[in-house]
């Protein structure tokens, strides 16, 4: 080869290697990427009254989120996340349905998002939760979906609550251990006033505040909606509270925790919710266990509900794990809780029966 052109052959060689090299570091960290989960399962399941088997989707979901570094210190950020039903596309949710937002992060002074996101009660979670599928008990005892069934949703609201145009500040770790939120949602479609009802928005605010140092965590978080039960002529609205609090521990192969909550109508119903969730790891195997009960509403409300679930995962690694799940819900006479998980588990209609799911689902994420 002449040796004006072996030069030239050895440049664009070097300089296709330096490209590809500055293609690969740039793939490593992009401002961006894609992520989710995939979590379907098959299912033979009661209503109280009716067996039926089907396959249902726990929550799947795809996003895209992001990070722009303006500085060391200093950073912009987004996301965007769809809930997704592969088994089912009609289920399929709209559009960043789920934690969608934008918002700046500094290391020194926390974080601030604008968005539709998750309030800081439903987030407050820690070590103590660790079950999926039927199993996440959290939902139905906790954040009161079987009492909003039993009480009646115009009464009595769950909160689970991910909530749209809202604004929420996260402090940076704190002592290298405790983190603090407050979030505020104003009421975008505030009601005009009438001739006998002033106006009145039913804004949300909350608050939590956690430590967790990898082994002991333990946390307090508070919510509340005005109006939630709006004004009369005659009688003022009542806010929808919560408070709940919650406390975990792990030891080496053992994660246990505690959840208590408080949730009251401001109009003479109120439930005390407690549950207890552990897990034991064997390797990639996990056995898992959560036991809880909703207390009653009033005096001789019989509309109490007691959860059991039970279950068993193996991790082949950490993005694909098979699972298999038993749990069951038992109504007081006047409670119709049921499981919420899924997309269409079946309501329970008639009050007092107890809804039960056995499954074996996959989790693939991405």
């Known amino acids: 080869m002449h040796s004006n052109a072996r030069k030239h052959f050895l440049a664009l060689a070097a300089l296709s290697t330096l490209s590809m090299a500055s293609s690969s570091a740039f793939a490593q960290s992009p401002e961006f990427n894609w992520y989710g989960r995939i979590d379907l399962a098959l299912e033979q399941n009661n209503d109280g009254d009716t067996s039926r088997m089907s396959v249902n989707n726990f929550i799947s979901r795809i996003g895209l989120r992001g990070e722009h570094k303006v500085s060391p ?23 960043a349905s789920r934690n969608s937002f934008v918002g700046i992060k500094s290391g020194a002074a926390g974080t601030l998002i604008l968005g539709n996101h998750d ?56 002592a290298n251990a405790v983190v603090a939120k407050l979030a505020f949602a104003p009421d975008e479609g505030k009601k005009a006033a009438t001739a006998t009802v002033p106006a009145y928005g039913k804004a949300m605010w909350g608050a939590s505040v956690e430590y967790n140092d990898g082994m002991f965590n333990a946390g307090l978080a508070t919510q509340s909606q005005a ?50 969730t552990g897990a034991y790891a064997l390797g990639a195997t996990t056995l898992r266990l959560s036991l809880g009960r909703s207390g009653e509403s009033a005096d001789n409300a019989k509309d109490a509900v007691s959860a059991t679930a039970l279950q068993v995962d193996h991790a082949f690694d950490k993005s694909l794990a098979v699972y298999s799940y038993f749990a069951r819900l038992q109504n007081d006479d006047n409670a119709k809780g049921t499981f919420v998980a899924s997309d269409n588990f079946p309501a329970v209609t008639a009050a007092g029966k107890d809804p039960r799911a056995f499954g074996v689902g996959l989790r693939y994420n991405f």
């Open 73 to 95: 210190a200093f950073s912009g950020i987004f996301q965007v996340e769809t809930a997704i039903a592969p088994d089912d596309s009609g289920n399929s949710k709209a559009f």
């Open 119 to 174: 309030m800081p009660l439903k987030t407050l979670g820690g070590g103590a939760y660790n079950l999926w599928a039927q199993g996440d008990l959290e939902e139905v005892i906790i954040h009161g979906k079987a009492s909003r069934v039993a009480i009646g949703s115009a009464n009595f609201d769950n909160v689970h609550t991910r909530k749209t145009s809202m604004l929420q500040y996260t402090s940076p770790k704190l």
């Open 227 to 276: 109006n939630y039960i709006a004004p009369t002529a005659t009688a003022d609205g009542s806010a929808m509270k919560a408070h709940k609090a919650v406390l975990g521990i792990k030891v080496a192969d053992f994660t246990g925790g505690l959840l208590f909550s408080r949730l009251d109508n401001s109009a003479g119903r109120k439930t005390s919710n407690l549950m207890a």
